[in-house]
């Protein structure tokens, strides 16, 4: 476990911002978001990749801290993207995951210094989710649903169509002992009640964190997967009334229920400052 697992673990609100665009670094770390995810993937044309990868080094080298979204195994540019990262020991999103051994190469090229952060966005992914969790090196998974939905040949808000996808990952995370996931990207920007919605389906289906794709959407997300204030009292009331309490307020209490309630108070203090 390196010294930024704990962070990676209870980030709620995680944000993209474009390898492209390094005069946008200081104010995505400035948007309050708990990690900052430089992206050399998909925000990035591919006359621009080598210049996004040399952004994302000199912001590195300059004692910043972030996520790299390096582009997916296999491709033109994985290999120097991993190169750029791994000596920095910075956390790295590796895209399209879906190979435990690629993964466990990875882990072992970085001689185990870079947390990995699976983003599991196809239908192979999905299925082997379980092994791609338990892979060592492996600090929480991440999911994809944009690219996802495009396999699948749904659209990627629709809430039902992409439900056993996401069940499948917390299941999967939570049999592997990592933290829950993170949730995928609202695209919508202009209407704060489709992310208000997007947050409550992931967080009902266990997901603590979102990828976010503008600063305007952190606080949002931030606040949706802290603990409400009456998640809170609930908390509270359970442990107060002792281990040897067997009802609280009507609802029976036993020991997951107490280990639910010791959970949610953990969740109200946040996540550690951001990367």
Same mark, same amino acid.
Request: net charge neutral; with cysteine.
């Given at each position: ?124 992914? $999905? ?60 695209? $919508? ?87």
């Amino acid at each position: 476990m390196t010294r930024f697992s704990s962070r990676i673990a209870s980030a709620r609100g995680l944000l993209f911002v474009p390898g492209h665009r390094p005069d946008r670094f200081a104010k995505a770390v400035s948007s309050g978001a708990d990690l900052v995810i430089i992206d050399l993937e998909d925000a990035v044309a591919a006359e621009d990749k080598a210049r996004a990868r040399d952004a994302a080094a000199a912001w590195l080298a300059q004692g910043n801290r972030a996520v790299v979204r390096v582009n997916p195994p296999g491709t033109p540019w994985f290999q120097e993207d991993l190169a750029g990262t791994a000596h920095r020991g910075c956390p790295v999103m590796v895209p399209k995951s879906e190979d435990p051994a690629v993964l466990a190469d990875i882990a072992a090229r970085t001689a185990g210094q870079c947390d990995i952060i699976p983003l599991i966005e196809t239908a192979a992914g $999905v299925e082997r989710a379980h092994e791609v969790c338990a892979t060592p090196g492996v600090a929480r998974a991440a999911f994809g649903n944009v690219d996802l939905a495009v396999q699948l040949g749904v659209a990627a808000d629709d809430h039902t169509a992409l439900a056993y996808a996401r069940a499948k990952l917390v299941s999967a995370s939570a049999a592997a002992g990592i933290s829950p996931p993170v949730d995928g990207v609202t695209t $919508v920007l202009e209407d704060a009640e489709v992310l208000r919605a997007d947050i409550a389906h992931a967080r009902r289906l266990g997901f603590t964190g979102k990828l976010c794709v503008h600063p305007a959407q952190v606080q949002a997300v931030t606040c949706g997967f802290a603990p409400s204030k009456s998640e809170l009292e609930w908390a509270r009331a359970v442990l107060a009334a002792g281990d040897s309490v067997t009802t609280v307020n009507g609802h029976m209490v036993d020991k997951p229920v107490l280990e639910r309630a010791r959970r949610v108070l953990a969740g109200m203090n946040g996540p550690h400052p951001a990367l």
